[in-house]
């Protein structure tokens, strides 16, 4: 290899730390690109087979465990499963900064150089990175970890927005309990986890054409839909959300290509997770190993190939148990 860095990893979310940390283990110079962005300060499933994971990487996270999930579906009865049926245990619900600034310090320990990124680019057979601390190197290989909405150097199809938008809120004053909630209401479903800080973290996701030139703020709509709910309206138990109402994007969304000549993707800048299936850690983990394996390949051509036709067919199935789950189609 002939740059300044074997590989350049654009983003410090948990997916890109994770490949940056697997890369450096490997013997790889690895620079990890972070922009000026703090990560999200909301709360998300830690799934028993992410747990395990982050286990092999040697790492834990403080949480709440999640022992089981009751879903309700358009009325129908409750749905309850529980940990015990799952061959990775039970999940763990976390502060997602928590998790962050734990994989970034775990990729700088193994070897990964972080620095802010002011520019990357095709130039020759590489990559020019223009870092504010080191200035400008050469990275023979570029992985994408930018999240669902993060701009990527390559030429790719990327969704115009986001199908679904998820409203999010802290509800502190009521008992966490140990389970995920997920049911439906007239626009829209829910999403309520134990909050490892206080009380419970809850997201209700609606499409996004519902909450488009809308005639009522949004937090007048999360109450009326709230009050269409059994599962959610009864662990609230009428406790008001802490701090104003959060929307971030959400459903499922596949950019096209995930990897190509010099690069790939990793995490949500590969294939964003519906939010409902809680699955969004677990394959920014799952991916991230998948890419630093692809990469490290003695023949990379092939393996990164190889990457893109699996990171394929994990979308292809996440998106027909959603839409047999839920009726709802990307």
């Not at 502060?95 to 990729?107: C, E, G, I, K, P």
């Not at 809850?202 to 269409?228: F, H, I, K, N, Y």
């Not at 008001?240 to 949500?268: E, I, K, Q, T």
């Amino acid at each position: 290899m002939t740059g300044a860095y074997d590989v350049a990893v654009l983003g410090s979310g948990p997916a890109g730390a994770a490949c940056a940390a697997l890369l450096a283990k490997a013997g790889a110079s690895v620079t990890l690109l972070e922009r000026p962005a703090r990560p999200p300060d909301g709360v998300e499933l830690l799934s028993g087979r992410a747990r395990g994971a982050l286990a092999d990487l040697g790492l834990g996270v403080p949480g709440a465990a999640v022992v089981e999930t009751l879903a309700r579906w358009r009325g129908a009865p409750t749905r309850v499963s529980t940990a015990l049926a799952s061959p990775w245990g039970a999940g763990l619900a976390v502060v997602r900064r928590a998790l962050d600034d734990t994989l970034r310090a775990y990729a700088v320990a193994a070897g990964a150089t972080p620095s802010h990124v002011l520019s990357v680019g095709r130039v020759g057979g590489g990559w020019r990175v223009a870092t504010a601390a080191h200035g400008v190197a050469i990275a023979d290989f570029l992985v994408i970890a930018t999240g669902r909405c993060g701009s990527a150097p390559v030429d790719r199809s990327r969704p115009d927005r986001a199908s679904h938008v998820a409203v999010l809120a802290q509800v502190p004053d009521v008992d966490r309990g140990a389970s995920l909630l997920v049911e439906t209401s007239a626009h829209g479903w829910w999403y309520v986890l134990p909050d490892p800080r206080r009380g419970r973290f809850v997201a209700w996701c609606a499409e996004t054409r519902r909450l488009r030139g809308r005639a009522v703020p949004v937090a007048r709509l999360w109450r009326r839909e709230l009050g269409q709910t059994r599962l959610t309206k009864a662990a609230l138990r009428g406790s008001a959300p802490r701090g104003p109402l959060v929307c971030r994007p959400a459903g499922a969304a596949r950019s096209d290509p995930a990897a190509g000549n010099g690069w790939l993707a990793v995490g949500d800048a590969g294939f964003a997770t519906d939010v409902l299936s809680g699955q969004g850690l677990e394959f920014a983990l799952l991916s991230a190993r998948a890419g630093a394996v692809a990469v490290a390949a003695e023949d990379r051509t092939a393996a990164v190939r190889a990457y893109a036709t699996w990171l394929a067919d994990v979308a292809a199935s996440h998106l027909r148990m959603r839409e047999e789950w839920t009726g709802f189609r990307v």
